[in-house]
């Protein structure tokens, strides 16, 4: 099988990057203000929480149908029409005149962002096969956090200078760059040969197969653990920590923060290099194990050398088992279903991140506890998903993503 690739593959790898460091930074740039620029408009602090809500839904419903157009009319569409999307409710988010109007345009980021995610992510399964698939996937990762820790600091500068709807228009410019881009340099991925018709007369249709299938389960789980973890444990809890048993105020508690997010950054060209040449099973079951040890660390300890040792490993941990989830799921599709598989990765990951916070909250206020117990709840949901991944038994050769629906 031949893949319509009209131009060089480096070429396409790199556009890929530029579009996710561009879209990401702008995600990043309204950070900062998102809460404020919210509070803005004079509603109580639980409204406040349906900014971010909002937009971690819309991605939730985008996700799997993205992936499902992606392998019926191609992936193409998705890469420039997501940032486009994400540019212009950006331009109305800065113009928003109201609370109700805000929320609408971030839920409609959302959407542009389910789009462009799922769809990249399809594109870098396209272009991988088994002997490259960890290095490609860690190269889409580092592009990602890389833009997603420059964008906070440039939203912040913008709103120091030109107030809370700055950053809005620095996302809708970024956005829509990206889009450019992707019009300008990225020809069409999906495979010659059509994809195979969706199942009929049967309950799931095209993701049925994947249900069923106890490798995609498992690595699934871990996926919802990871994205738990970032919304839960890293925006959540782990400040609370920070401020309420060691005392740290802002400035220590971001310095924290970033020092795991470097500690992510700098191990995953090493993970996808050791994906490419080992077992990602092994990485998988090892990051979420690590991942695990140290939430219960960061939950239980009161030593403030633990503590930030905790947060060094997590951010390892997290960095080591990214690039290795990924390329185990894109190993999963069926013939013809790499867009259907990677948008239901990402729909449960999705779910993971809007559930992680309101059930953590829901523990700490019905058994009256603090910040530790949901770093505790959070590490044994990591230690279940390490546990079923273990018991994984070894896939049959013919399960695999087949080389023709890759570039040689």
Same mark, same amino acid.
């Given at each position: 099988?031949?893949?319509?690739?009209?131009?060089?593959?480096?070429? =396409?790898?790199?556009?890929?990057?530029?579009?996710?460091?561009?879209v990401?930074?702008?995600?990043?740039?309204?950070?900062?203000? /998102?809460?404020l620029?919210?509070?803005?408009?004079?509603?109580g602090?639980?409204? =406040?929480?349906l900014?971010?809500?909002?937009?971690g839904?819309?991605r939730?419903?985008?996700?799997?149908p993205?992936?499902? %157009?992606?392998?019926?009319?191609?992936r193409?569409?998705? /890469?420039?029409?997501?940032? %486009?999307?994400?540019?212009?409710?950006?331009v109305?988010?800065?113009? +928003?005149?109201?609370?109700?109007a805000?929320?609408?345009?971030?839920?409609?980021?959302g959407?542009?962002?389910?789009?462009y995610?799922?769809?990249?992510m399809?594109?870098?399964?396209?272009?991988s096969?088994?002997?490259?698939r960890?290095?490609?996937?860690?190269?889409?990762?580092?592009?990602? @956090?890389?833009?997603?820790g420059l964008?906070? #600091?440039?939203?912040?500068?913008?709103?120091?200078?030109?107030?809370? #709807?700055?950053?809005?228009?620095?996302?809708?410019?970024?956005?829509?760059?990206?889009?450019?881009?992707?019009?300008?340099? /990225?020809?069409?991925?999906?495979?010659?040969?059509?994809?195979?018709? *969706?199942?009929?007369?049967?309950?799931?249709?095209?993701?049925? *197969?994947?249900i069923?299938?106890?490798?995609?389960?498992?690595?699934?789980?871990?996926?919802?653990? =990871?994205?738990?973890t970032?919304?839960?444990?890293?925006w959540?809890?782990?400040? /609370?920590?920070?401020?309420?048993?060691?005392g740290?105020?802002?400035?220590?508690?971001?310095?924290?923060?970033?020092?795991?997010?470097?500690?992510?950054?700098?191990?995953?060209?090493?993970?996808?290099?050791l994906?490419?040449?080992?077992?990602?099973r092994?990485?998988?079951s090892l990051?979420?194990?690590?991942?695990?040890?140290s939430?219960?660390?960061?939950g239980?300890?009161?030593?403030?050398?633990?503590f930030?040792?905790?947060?060094?490993?997590?951010?390892?941990?997290?960095?080591l088992?990214g690039?290795?989830?990924? +390329?185990f799921?894109?190993?999963c599709?069926p013939?013809?279903r790499?867009? +259907?598989?990677?948008g239901?990765?990402?729909t449960?990951?999705?779910?993971?991140?809007?559930?992680?916070?309101?059930?953590?909250?829901v523990?700490?206020d019905i058994?009256?506890?603090?910040?530790? #117990?949901?770093l505790? @709840?959070n590490?044994?949901?990591?230690?279940?998903?390490? +546990?079923?991944?273990?018991?994984? *038994?070894s896939p049959? *050769?013919?399960?695999? @993503?087949t080389?023709?629906?890759?570039?040689?």
């Open positions: 099988m031949i893949l319509r690739l009209p131009s060089g593959e480096t070429r =396409i790898l790199a556009a890929i990057m530029v579009i996710i460091l561009f990401m930074m702008g995600m990043g740039m309204v950070i900062p203000v /998102l809460s620029y919210a509070d803005s408009f004079g509603v602090a639980a409204l =406040i929480g900014v971010t809500t909002a937009f839904i819309a939730l419903v985008v996700n799997l993205a992936g499902m %157009l992606a392998d019926r009319f191609g193409r569409f998705l /890469l420039w029409g997501g940032p %486009l999307i994400l540019a212009g409710a950006s109305g988010a800065a113009l +928003a005149g109201d609370f109700v805000l929320v609408t345009w971030r839920f409609l980021q959407v542009g962002s389910g789009l995610m799922t769809g990249s399809i594109v870098v399964a396209d272009l096969t088994a002997a490259n960890g290095r490609r996937m860690a190269a889409y990762q580092s592009a990602l @956090l890389t833009g997603a964008g906070p #600091a440039a939203g912040g500068l913008l709103a120091s200078w030109w107030g809370y #709807a700055a950053p809005f228009w620095g996302f809708a410019v970024v956005s829509g760059l990206a889009g450019l881009v992707a019009l300008a340099f /990225l020809p069409e991925t999906r495979p010659v040969t059509p994809p195979a018709p *969706p199942v009929t007369g049967k309950s799931g249709g095209d993701v049925a *197969p994947l069923r299938d106890g490798r995609f389960v498992r690595v699934a789980l871990v996926t919802f653990g =990871i994205f738990f970032r919304t839960a444990a890293q959540q809890l782990i400040p /609370l920590v920070a401020a309420w048993r060691f740290m105020d802002p400035a220590h508690i971001g310095t924290a923060l970033a020092l795991s997010a470097l500690a992510h950054l700098a191990i995953i060209p090493l993970a996808g290099w994906v490419d040449r080992y077992s990602p092994l990485l998988i990051s979420a194990a690590a991942v695990a040890l939430l219960a660390v960061l239980m300890t009161d030593s403030a050398w633990l930030w040792a905790a947060l060094v490993l997590l951010g390892l941990s997290l960095g088992g690039p290795a989830a990924s +390329a799921a894109a190993s599709a013939a013809g790499t867009g +259907a598989t990677m239901l990765l990402r449960v990951g999705d779910a993971g991140f809007v559930a992680g916070p309101m059930v953590v909250g523990v700490m058994g009256h506890t603090g910040p530790g #117990a949901g505790m @709840l590490a044994a949901l990591m230690a279940a998903a390490a +546990a079923a991944f273990v018991s994984l *038994p049959p *050769p013919s399960s695999s @993503l080389e023709e629906a890759v570039l040689p």
